[in-house]
């Protein structure tokens, strides 16, 4: 990224570290608003991806008492390979390929790896590892939706894989999406329902989600300038 950013500045490129919480794409040039400015635009290009989903349960945020990146995690692929989760009984929350997707990549990381589907359990909060001095994650309390038994499940590490949200809600409905929330492109190309916004990456890559592909990045390259 480091990389990406000196190549940037070397091209003149003014680059603004903000929130963007509103567009104006009814006429041009094109208006973005974040808290503290206005940017002017001929053209905007959109790559702001898209969120993965998180379960609410107690300590499982980020606040005090709370395991959220400190054992719990909503990406295997990126998190994974931590040496907290290093040769450790892990959970993933999921259904389909995503979860087992997540669980076969995390078989990588273990000496002895095993996975054990558990049905009919929802996880209602999480506790601390006692050992490492309350600083992780050291299991779930989790309850069976068939008996109602509430049970301890040792795990040093929990990923969610329940989906993702796309981040076009400061969009309010000033572009074409799916019925999910993604932008929808014209296809084989980046350019959306108004003539001169463009989006790639996993805010309109339902499919794939591919992080920084350099296929969106040519696309975008290529269709701003024709």
Not at 9 to 35: A, H, W, Y
Not at 192 to 213: C, W
Request: hydrophobic content about 40%; some cysteine; charged content about 20%.
């Amino acid at each position: 990224m480091d990389r990406y950013h000196k190549q940037l500045l070397r091209f003149g490129t003014q680059i603004l570290t903000e929130t963007v919480n509103k567009v104006d794409f009814s006429t041009t040039p094109f208006k973005v608003f974040t808290d503290s400015k206005a940017v002017i635009a001929d053209s905007v290009n959109m790559a702001t991806n898209a969120i993965a989903k998180r379960l609410d349960f107690p300590s499982a945020g980020e606040g005090p008492g709370g395991f959220w990146n400190r054992g719990i995690s909503a990406c295997a692929v990126c998190d994974g390979a931590a040496l907290i989760f290093r040769n450790k009984p892990l959970a993933i929350i999921g259904v389909g390929d995503s979860a087992m997707e997540e669980a076969t990549f995390l078989t990588k990381a273990l000496t002895n790896p095993k996975i054990q589907v558990l049905w009919n359990l929802v996880v209602v909060g999480a506790y601390k590892d006692e050992i490492t001095n309350n600083r992780v994650l050291g299991g779930l309390k989790v309850k069976n939706m068939v008996s109602g038994e509430v049970s301890d499940l040792k795990v040093s590490g929990l990923f969610f894989a329940i989906g993702h949200e796309p981040a076009t809600k400061f969009l309010d409905g000033q572009l074409e999406l799916h019925s999910d929330g993604y932008v929808v492109t014209k296809a084989g190309t980046t350019q959306t329902s108004v003539r001169g916004v463009f989006a790639a990456r996993d805010v309109q890559d339902r499919k794939y989600r591919l992080h920084g592909n350099l296929g969106s990045r040519t696309l975008f390259a290529r269709d701003s300038i024709t």
